[in-house]
């Protein structure tokens, strides 16, 4: 797929702000991640090689980003690769883009543990989406 990407200052204070577009159906500035996620995402990475995100929507843990190997995962026809923080993509189903298509998302992490699947599940930490709404684009 073509992609454009590039790097800017977060507005928010976001260690990342990676920016891409994929075949012009996401508009920029949509995912940012905060510092505790880009360390978590290190530290993740460090134990089982690269990864990716997923964000599936519906209820329990389908309403959590999913941390998963990246050979492990199968990314669907219909997911939609909302943007990288830094070489981790980030995908959201299709449904679920349709609803926050207007949303911009931040990875942040909170206490807790992750969804069963995901990789974040065992440290005391978990990834969480935060987001805003966004001007239609």
């Known amino acids: 797929m073509p992609t454009s990407a590039s790097r800017e200052p ?3 204070g976001a260690a990342f702000d990676f920016r891409i577009s994929v075949m012009g159906t ?3 500035d949509r995912l940012n991640a905060t510092p505790a996620a880009v360390q978590l995402l290190a530290e993740i990475i460090a134990d089982h090689g ?3 995100f997923h964000l599936s929507g ?3 843990d389908g309403s959590s980003p999913m941390c998963y190997p990246r050979g492990d995962f199968l990314v669907g026809d219909r997911d939609v690769l909302l943007g990288q923080i830094g070489d981790t993509p980030f995908y959201i189903g299709a449904l679920q883009f349709e609803v926050w298509k207007h949303t911009r998302l931040t990875l942040d992490v909170v206490p807790g543990r992750g969804g069963i699947f995901s990789l ?4 005391e930490r978990r990834f ?3 987001s805003d709404v966004c001007a239609a684009g």
């Open 10 to 12: 977060s507005p928010r």
């Open 26 to 28: 996401v508009p920029p």
């Open 50 to 52: 690269p990864v990716l």
């Open 58 to 60: 519906g209820c329990c």
């Open 120 to 123: 974040d599940n065992g440290r």
């Open 128 to 130: 969480l989406i935060r």
